[in-house]
């Protein structure tokens, strides 16, 4: 089992509608729980963390985290064309004194206009 | 806040040429810095992860001769990529974090071409 795994995609969604990512994790003492957002040929960039249990939002975005189901997830509201990039999943793994992300591999996301 | 800056944002060398990449974090000070590397369509790759005043820690596979680590305040690593051949082509990304359980902010990448 990979440490993180995400559903490669692509994940189509029309403009305007919720795009929902999904991601599971292994380690069961993980701790801090990161989005990232990568467009094609860029380095990615922090979109949310996450550290307990719930729902965080920002703006359109938001994020679930639930401990118990090792389950976190992204909603992306208002979907736009300039949302379509690779939505990373990030975890703080124990082993490594929760200094390094273990990524999962990303869904990329396309909206259409 | 958070920035990190990364330079050159892009090299071109011939193969033999040693190529050096700066990693600042430019609004706070970075506790620990991490060098990916990535090849298209690819994930990334964890290269190594530095510590300021420490030895970097490698991945296995990554030979530590060939990417020298240099991470000599709270804001700034180097990397040099010592006799640079085409196989080296990639696009390296740094990133640095403020400490155990925070994000990591990355920078903008370097992307490496060696003719």
């Known amino acids: 089992q990979k440490e993180v795994e995400q559903n490669s995609g692509p994940l189509s969604v029309p403009e305007g509608a919720i795009a929902s990512l999904n991601c599971t994790y292994s380690d069961r003492v993980s701790q801090s729980f990161f989005w990232y957002r990568q467009y094609s040929g860029k380095s990615p960039e922090l979109i949310m963390s996450?550290?307990?249990?719930g729902d965080k939002e920002d703006g359109r975005f938001t994020a679930q985290l639930n401990k118990a189901s090792q389950y976190v997830s992204l909603l992306i509201r208002d979907s736009q064309p300039s949302d379509s990039a690779t939505y990373l999943c990030?975890?703080?793994?124990?082993?490594?004194?929760?200094?390094?992300?273990?990524f999962g591999t990303g869904t990329r996301l396309l909206v259409s206009p | 806040g958070a920035v990190v800056s990364q330079h050159p944002s892009w090299v071109i060398c011939k193969s033999g040429t040693s190529v050096k990449i700066e990693c600042r974090s430019l609004d706070f000070q970075a506790t620990t810095m991490f060098w990916y590397r990535q090849f298209p369509k690819q994930s990334l790759m964890l290269m190594a992860t530095?510590?300021?005043?420490?030895?970097?820690?490698?991945e296995q596979g990554v030979e530590k001769d060939k990417f020298l680590i240099n991470h000599a305040s709270l804001t700034l690593s180097t990397l040099t990529v010592t006799s640079a051949h085409p196989e080296d082509s990639s696009f390296y990304i740094c990133s640095a974090t403020q400490g155990p359980n925070q994000p990591q902010h990355f920078g903008d990448g370097t992307r490496l071409s060696i003719l």
């Open positions: 530095s510590n300021e005043g420490s030895k970097a820690t490698y």
């Open positions: 996450i550290y307990s249990n």
């Open positions: 990030a975890v703080n793994g124990v082993n490594t004194g929760f200094q390094k992300l273990v």
